[in-house]
């Protein structure tokens, strides 16, 4: 990635409030976070649904993700990162989550989706791999009004986050 | 549709995790036995569901004062109640959470109630759609106005179409004003929790409950409710299209509502949550894992390690490194660096060793331990495990306070009883433990390891320093003899099995003496330069790890040629997942190189040739005393001192640099001390250096390197003091 292409954190902060307005408008349950004042600034929702064990070894499961859009200062990229409970509070584990989910049963799955702190919160999370995000978003930063939504809507449905058709209309 | 009783669809808990953080915190904190209520706040929202089961949360915020979240949410208020011990009640809230908080192990036992009225029994005449009743400018003019509702008035609302307008009234306010004539005017309208159609959610009974106390003249008569249900469009915008009407007949209840309620005490009112398995009882929620920090911090290492073995190395065996119980002799600098570096390979079980304590000079380089270890002087073996605990508390560690019974190294009357229980203690440690580090800082307290090891055939790893110079080596094992010993692989490759491989006193032409006799002061302590330690102690550590990854173990071959273009992806059949393994690393911090060399095990050795092993077989303790008391007794019983009056007759005796074993067909026999056999034996013996990584074969390295054996062999003081 060349200097004048590098993704900024203030790039970020742009495309993020933009999410907030549309977000807001359609009360799409995305909210701001300002843990550590506005420099790390963070956006998060949270969806439920029912996941079903491909394999059909695994109970249906209710589950609630916890969704973080986050700023990566080192790899310069934003980061998905998200958390899976069940009913009662407990997580889903990385390998108990790839179980569950079809999307991650090839043999890359390891370099996609993994665990690793939290930008911000210094937690673990599961997060799609920032390495791969950057080969993603790269090609956005060009031609896509706002990379953050591209990029989201490209790799959301992985871990199933659905975006709303309103938010493409901005990019 | 014709008439019939109108069933209910209960509402289920979803738990934030932070819900417990914030329970477990007010447990320990505010209630600590007190038995509290404490109100609560809980979340509702079908937007972003997905499953049909409607969900209310409860997270950390629940317990604010106030209610504030996103627009999205419906507030719901309760209370929870904290219990010292497991046990039942009931009382009446929108939400109320029973639970039994076991701190220690982190179990939540928990049981939600959304109570409703028992008694009430509902007719429904007809169900239909919002549609039927309002037209598009209504419905969305309905939207408009629903939206700005405050949110404490959004549950339940009353609704009204006057001349074509539809009007929305807080229910609190409105309520008051309806009478006989007025009330078909109005829906009572409801933000329904169920997804399912013609089947709205439980808590609709106490909407029921609260219009016939406020509205008793309601009661036998047919009323409209509208159950408010969102739908986004394909515009993204969300409408109430999927909201329904339904006509619902009011039971008749004389006098009261609340006589009707109250009528059986036993059973005024249900809405337990059923648990996981479909029973009425409370539920349970294990977030140890997920709280307990020590769980925490184990998860995270396992994690680490495990994301080596999901993304680079899918075939290691990190289970096997977790099962291995490793023990450490000498707790030293050496000692510190090889604990780093195996409680980073997700070792869980290390045993330190060690006689002294932690002097003022010993935090900064062992990296162990601390300046308040040195102002207490405590041993080092203690310090190590207990600090190892510190940091990481999932480890395992212990210590063992001992004097490693040395050759040479005489012994009074009065203090054999101690020493027989040395020797014992070390008897049983080196049997209980897989994989043995000899971290000592001299020669001779090696030896008893050194023999014990092979006798156990255990795998062994020695590290021993110079001043800028270190060998770090595995011992050969005594295991399949019978086996080929030289293997030849595609042309540049050859190894040598691990059970024909030495072990550190192969090399030696004396048995180990009294080494801190006549030292001066510098030569008793470790004068090294710093980084020497770090470096073999990691890489003792890292021999050991890939021994244990290798499918042969200690057997694994010690690759000694392996040509000038290195490709270890390639060919090495018989290397493990992390590569191929020497047997000896030898390095130079003066030059900042390494060398590999392999050596065949020496039959007159002092420690692992079959008759020192024969001699400890038959006479156990005897034969260590015998040795305790004059380290020359192994050189006699070895050959050794035959072989050192001989090698006087020749004169100057010479390594080759162009030797290379022979393979296969050579063997020498069990305990033949002749004249010639000891010149072969000699011969046999040399140096399998032949190559290292970065350098080709190269003359000079060569001879650095016997220079360095020789030099070692004069800092301990065996051979120049022979001469």
């Known amino acids: ?171 | 549709m014709s008439s019939s009783k109108l069933e209910f669809l209960p509402i289920s808990s979803s738990i934030d995790p932070s819900f417990w953080n914030k329970l477990y915190e007010i447990k320990l904190n505010v209630d600590k036995l007190n038995e509290t209520h404490h109100s609560i706040w809980g979340y509702f929202s079908n937007i972003n569901n997905k499953s049909n089961v409607p969900l209310l949360e409860v997270n950390s915020t629940s317990f604010n004062k106030d209610f504030e979240s996103q627009k999205i949410y419906i507030p719901f208020h309760g209370k929870v109640l904290n219990w010292r011990s497991p046990r039942k009640t009931i009382t009446v809230e929108f939400i109320f959470i029973l639970s039994f908080a076991d701190l220690k192990k982190f179990n939540f036992y928990y049981w939600f109630a959304f109570p409703v009225p028992y008694n009430l029994s509902i007719t429904c005449n007809s169900v239909k759609n919002i549609s039927d009743d309002f037209n598009i400018n209504q419905l969305e003019e309905f939207w408009d106005k629903y939206c700005e509702l405050d949110k404490f008035q959004k549950p339940y609302f009353l609704l009204q179409i006057k001349d074509e307008l539809v009007n929305i009234f807080p229910l609190k306010s409105q309520v008051a004003n309806l009478d006989e004539n007025n009330h078909v005017d109005y829906y009572f309208g409801f933000y329904d929790l169920s997804l399912l159609e013609n089947c709205p959610g439980s808590l609709l009974r106490n909407y029921i409950t609260f219009i016939l106390h406020h509205c008793p003249f309601l009661q036998g008569r047919s009323v409209n409710f509208l159950s408010l249900r969102l739908k986004r469009n394909s515009d993204s915008n969300l409408s109430l299209l999927n909201s329904l009407i339904f006509k619902l007949e009011l039971p008749s209840c004389l006098p009261s509502i609340s006589k009707l309620i109250n009528e059986d005490p036993q059973k005024g009112w249900v809405g337990w949550e059923k648990n996981e398995r479909g029973k009425m009882g409370p539920r349970l929620s294990n977030m140890k894992s997920f709280m307990d920090p020590k769980e925490l911090a184990e998860s995270s290492v396992d994690l680490n390690l495990k994301l080596m073995k999901w993304r680079l190395l899918s075939n290691i065996d990190l289970e096997k490194i977790k099962q291995t119980k490793f023990l450490l002799l000498g707790s030293g600098t050496l000692g510190c660096s090889v604990a780093r570096i195996i409680l980073g390979w997700g070792a869980r079980h290390i045993s330190f060793v060690d006689n002294s304590t932690v002097s003022y000079s010993n935090p900064v380089r062992q990296s162990l331990f601390t300046f308040e270890d040195s102002k207490y002087a405590k041993p080092k073996s203690l310090a190590a495990a207990d600090n190892l605990r510190n940091i990481f508390p999932g480890v395992k560690s212990s210590s063992f306070q001992l004097t490693i019974p040395m050759p040479g190294h005489s012994i009074g009357e009065s203090m054999l009883e101690e020493v027989k229980k040395d020797v014992d203690m070390l008897v049983n440690l080196i049997q209980e433990h897989d994989i043995i580090f000899l971290l000592m800082d001299s020669r001779e307290s090696r030896w008893l390891p050194t023999v014990l090891g092979t006798y156990f055939n255990k795998i062994v790893i020695n590290a021993a320093l110079g001043f800028d110079s270190y060998l770090v080596m595995r011992h050969g094992v005594r295991i399949d003899m019978e086996e080929v010993k030289v293997r030849q692989h595609t042309p540049g490759f050859k190894s040598l099995k691990g059970n024909y491989l030495g072990c550190y006193f192969c090399n030696d032409v004396t048995a180990p003496g009294n080494s801190m006799k006549d030292r001066t002061l510098d030569q008793q302590c470790t004068v090294t330069r710093p980084g020497v330690s770090a470096i073999a102690g990691a890489l003792s550590a890292e021999l050991a790890i890939s021994i244990l990854q290798h499918k042969e173990g200690a057997k694994a071959p010690a690759f000694f040629k392996i040509g000038n273009v290195v490709d270890t992806e390639k060919e090495l059949d018989n290397q493990c997942v992390l590569g191929l393994i020497p047997h000896s690393i030898r390095g130079y911090l003066s030059t900042f190189s390494q060398v590999l060399p392999a050596t065949e095990r020496y039959n007159m050795c002092v420690a692992c040739s079959d008759v020192v092993q024969n001699a400890f077989d038959q006479d156990r303790f005897n034969f260590l005393l015998k040795v305790f008391q004059n380290s020359e007794y192994l050189e006699i019983i070895t050959g050794l001192s035959e072989l050192t009056k001989e090698a006087e007759n020749i004169g100057v005796w010479e390594f080759s640099d162009e030797e290379e074993i022979e393979c296969v067909s050579y063997e020498y026999s069990k305990l033949d001390l002749s004249a010639s056999s000891s010149v072969e034996g000699n011969k046999s013996r040399g140096e399998i250096v032949v190559e290292d990584f970065s350098y080709n074969q190269n003359k000079t390295i060569l001879q650095d390197h016997k220079a360095l054996i020789m030099e070692e062999i004069d800092q301990s003081g065996a051979t120049t003091s022979k001469n």
């Open chain 1, 1 to 171: 990635m060349s200097s004048e292409q590098s993704f900024t954190i203030d790039l970020f902060h742009c495309c993020v409030k933009k999410i907030l307005e549309i977000s807001d408008k359609y009360q799409d349950g995305w909210s701001l976070q300002l843990k550590d004042g506005i420099a790390s600034a963070y956006i998060t929702k949270k969806s439920r649904c029912t996941l079903e064990d491909p394999d059909k070894k695994l109970p249906l499961v209710i589950v609630t993700f916890d969704y973080h859009v986050v700023y990566h200062p080192s790899y310069c990229v934003p980061v998905l990162a998200f958390n899976v409970w069940k009913q009662d509070g407990t997580f889903l584990a990385l390998e108990e989550f790839w179980k569950y989910n079809h999307h991650f049963r090839n043999s890359n799955m390891f370099d996609t989706l993994t665990q690793l702190d939290h930008p911000v919160l210094q937690r673990p999370f599961l997060t799609l791999h920032p390495c791969r995000t950057k080969e993603i978003i790269e090609p956005f930063l060009e031609h896509s009004k706002n990379p953050v939504i591209s990029w989201l809507s490209t790799v959301g449905h992985f871990v199933y986050l659905d975006l709303l058709q309103e938010y493409l209309k901005s990019c």
